[in-house]
Every structure is written in C-alpha cells, then in structure tokens.
C-alpha cells in the first residue's frame, strides 16, 4: 500500500495510426514507385553476413526518387540501414538545402527469398523523424506488414511517439 503522502500515478493512453492496405495494388502511383523503388534497391545492397536484404526510397517534392540500401561490415556496429544510407546519403549529396522529402518506402527479403516485414529499427526511427522534424513538414511511410499488407504512415512521428529531439539536449554555454 502506498504511504498516503505519495502523489498519485495517472494513466494515459497512447494512440497509433496507419492504414494497413490488403495489396500494393491499393498503393497511389507515386506511392507505387516509391515502393517499388524501395524493393528494386535490394538488389543493390552489401548483406554478406545477415543475408537480410533492405532497401529504401525516398520521393522527393520535384518527383525523383532517391535510393539506398544497408550495407553491412564485418564490425557489426559498422554498417548502416538502408533508410540511414537513403537520408544520409541525399543529405551529404547537396551542397546547399536539402530537397523536401513527401514520402519513402523500405522493402526487405532474404537473399534466397520472398519480400517480407522489414521495420526501421530504432536508431533509423530516430534519424528519420529527425529529418521529417527538420524540413517542418510530414514524411508518409510505407512499410511491408505481415502477409503481403502494406503499412501506411501519414507521418514518420508516429513510429516514434517517446522521441528524442533537439530540445531534450542541455543549453549551450
């Protein structure tokens, strides 16, 4: 029993929300070469070692789509995520702003396989609402769910409701 002085606890409730469409068959036609854009790029990818091919595609504004793909190094720690060398690379690729970011695709699958679920992992949720924070403006997202559905995010904030943000650093001096 709690002492009688103790504040009290309030429960909240956290809301998600995404669509999760049967087939890409449901998928708009810029939605639709983004994802195939996503699947085309593993093709492209370094995975010696999981065997676990990723690929993403970002849209940009002006219409192009840009590509990466993990790439993976015998120091584990070393490699990187398809959706970080996507972003990474589009930011390192621009001298001056970079293009605006409407929405992105990742895609997975064995080497020897089917396309399959293949979610963001925690460091590239961070880095991706980091971009999505930084152009002001929301980044949709369309990820493989279970047996063959589409998952389908109007914003990348809600893969990552508890994020860490700029303001959550100390002032500078």
Same mark, same amino acid.
């Given at each position: 029993?709690?002492?009688?002085?103790?504040?009290?606890?309030?429960?909240?409730?956290?809301?998600?929300?995404?669509?999760?469409?049967?087939?890409?068959?449901? =998928?708009? @036609?810029?939605? &639709?070469? $983004?994802?195939? +854009?996503?699947?085309?790029?593993? *093709?492209?990818?370094?995975?010696?070692?999981?065997?676990?091919?990723?690929?993403?595609?970002?849209?940009?504004?002006?219409?192009?789509?840009?590509?990466?793909?993990?790439?993976?190094?015998?120091?584990?720690?070393?490699?990187?995520?398809?959706?970080?060398?996507?972003?990474?690379?589009?930011?390192?690729?621009? =001298?001056? @702003?970079?293009? &605006?970011? $409407?929405?992105? +695709?990742?895609?997975?699958?064995? *080497?020897?396989?089917?396309?399959?679920?293949?979610?963001?992992?925690?460091?590239?949720?961070?880095?991706?609402?980091?971009?999505?924070?930084?152009?002001?403006?929301?980044?949709?997202?369309?990820?493989?769910?279970?047996?063959?559905?589409?998952?389908?995010?109007?914003?990348?904030?809600?893969?990552?409701?508890?994020?860490?943000?700029?303001?959550?650093?100390?002032?500078?001096?």
């Amino acid at each position: 029993m709690p002492a009688a002085s103790a504040p009290s606890s309030t429960r909240r409730q956290l809301s998600l929300h995404y669509d999760e469409l049967a087939t890409p068959d449901q =998928l708009s @036609a810029p939605e &639709r070469q $983004v994802w195939e +854009a996503a699947r085309a790029a593993t *093709a492209h990818s370094y995975a010696p070692y999981s065997h676990f091919h990723v690929g993403a595609a970002l849209l940009l504004e002006d219409g192009t789509v840009f590509q990466g793909t993990n790439q993976e190094n015998a120091a584990y720690p070393s490699g990187l995520c398809a959706e970080r060398t996507a972003l990474f690379g589009l930011a390192g690729s621009h =001298l001056g @702003a970079v293009p &605006r970011i $409407v929405g992105m +695709a990742v895609a997975g699958r064995p *080497a020897q396989g089917e396309f399959t679920a293949a979610l963001p992992c925690g460091a590239c949720r961070q880095v991706m609402l980091e971009s999505e924070m930084r152009q002001g403006q929301p980044i949709w997202l369309l990820l493989p769910g279970p047996t063959g559905t589409v998952l389908r995010f109007e914003r990348l904030a809600d893969l990552l409701p508890f994020h860490f943000s700029p303001s959550d650093l100390p002032p500078r001096l």
